[in-house]
């Protein structure tokens, strides 16, 4: 499987802006071809041990079965829409690809 695990900054970090990028992935991002798991939240606040990354208001993680899945979905119209809508209020995504068991 690939993991694809994006971390969003915002320019507008408040509860309803934060709120609303999670709301759009899950309307445009959850039901590709070959998601084998989804989620989307915001930062757990409560969490802030030293080896915690806070660079981040909103997550999203999906799960591909495979590369060629994860690439389809890369040029699916809803992704595309999905990032046409948001983008302007993305300060800094940051994106983390792996190879999961």
Not at 56 to 81: C, I, W
């Amino acid at each position: 499987m690939l993991a694809h695990n994006v971390y969003f900054t915002l320019k507008d970090s408040s509860a309803e802006a934060r709120q609303k990028l999670v709301d759009a992935c899950r309307k445009y991002l959850k039901d590709h071809p070959g998601v084998v798991f989804f989620a989307a939240g915001t930062l757990a606040e409560e969490l802030a041990r030293p080896v915690n990354d806070r660079d981040f208001h909103v997550s999203l993680h999906l799960f591909f079965e495979t590369r060629e899945d994860h690439d389809r979905y890369q040029q699916a119209p809803e992704h595309l829409q999905f990032i046409e809508e948001n983008q302007d209020n993305w300060e800094r995504v940051r994106v983390f690809d792996s190879h999961v068991e």
